[in-house]
């Protein structure tokens, strides 16, 4: 049997240069994003309410006041024009193949405060064993009124217990609070890796590195204000690793991932070697 690894990522600014908001919602509603982010703000802090609630509430206010119907449909068109990283396209594929290679069973996760909808309509949203994210909760004719879901930082660690445990539901409040031992877990936290770049993701990316897997800092190529923001994760022990999020074969992520899968595969057939050393001398 395949040894089961979970790659998790954030999205918006992991897999996207940008917020998906960003890719057709917001020209749409005939305002820029500089606007759109600093009155999401403004309502977050005179409220002292949720920027994550904030922005679905405007995102559905300013629809409304536009004419916009914000169906599963729109949202999944808004979707497909999100932009990705350069080699986000083809990493699932290489990635996927070399895990094989070694006898891994990789599979790709997201962990995201962005919307699922927007996601489901990405060119990539086939690759992903599940997508953990904000949603809209749909009234008769079909339009978004109302948030379904609401991922901050801390509703992330939460999904990293759904994955651990295998929970794809997001509204199992039932199983995600069973005991089950360590070793009988779908994915154990020390074969995960996780790919950030916010505020959001630094609990998850220092919960999976302290728990034995190993977390990932990514930043936009050239940006020296973000890049600042993933050396001083390092330099704080939350990350294991800081890189441009150029997802190419030939670029620094690439190379770092294979090496931790090699790790992975080698810590497991060593834990393997152990147990069954372990039987063998109880036998005696």
């Known amino acids: 049997m395949k040894t089961p690894v979970a790659l998790i990522y954030d999205f918006d ?39 994550i609630l904030c922005y679905m509430y405007l995102m559905v206010e300013e629809a409304r006041k ?3 119907k914000l169906t599963r449909e729109a949202f999944r068109k808004f979707g497909s024009r999100v932009k990705l990283y350069d080699g986000v396209k083809d990493w699932f594929a290489n990635i996927n193949a070399y895990g094989k290679a070694i006898g891994l069973d990789v599979k790709h996760y997201i962990n995201s405060s962005g919307l699922r ?6 060119c990539i949203a086939s690759e992903f064993e599940n ?24 509703a992330k660690t939460q999904f990293l217990f759904k ?17 089950i031992p360590e070793d009988e877990r779908a994915m154990p936290f020390q074969n995960m890796i996780y790919f950030g770049d916010g505020e959001t993701d630094i609990p998850s990316m220092k919960m999976v590195k302290d728990h034995g897997g190993h977390s990932i800092a990514v ?38 991932v294979r090496r931790i899968l090699d790790k992975i595969k080698a810590d497991d057939d060593f834990n393997r070697l152990v147990k069954v050393n372990q039987k063998r001398i109880g036998r005696c």
């Not at 997508?131 to 801390?154: H, Q």
């Open 163 to 179: 994955i651990n445990k295998g929970i794809k539901e997001i509204s199992d409040n039932v199983r995600i609070n069973q005991y």
């Open 219 to 256: 930043y936009k190529p050239g940006d020296r204000a973000k890049r600042a923001v993933a050396e001083r994760l390092i330099n704080e022990q939350r990350v294991n690793f800081a890189c441009p999020a150029n997802y190419s074969t030939d670029k620094s992520l690439f190379k770092i």
């Open 117 to 122: 909808e927007m996601i489901e309509g990405s």
């Open 66 to 68: 536009n004419g916009i």
């Open 131 to 154: 997508i953990y994210a904000c949603s809209f909760l749909y009234n008769e004719d079909g339009n978004a009124f109302w948030p379904a879901v609401a991922v901050d930082y801390t």
């Open 13 to 51: 600014g992991t897999l996207s240069p940008g917020n998906m908001q960003e890719f057709g919602f917001i020209s749409a509603i005939g305002t820029d994003k500089s606007d759109f982010w600093r009155r999401n703000n403004q309502l977050s802090e005179q409220n002292d309410a949720s920027g």
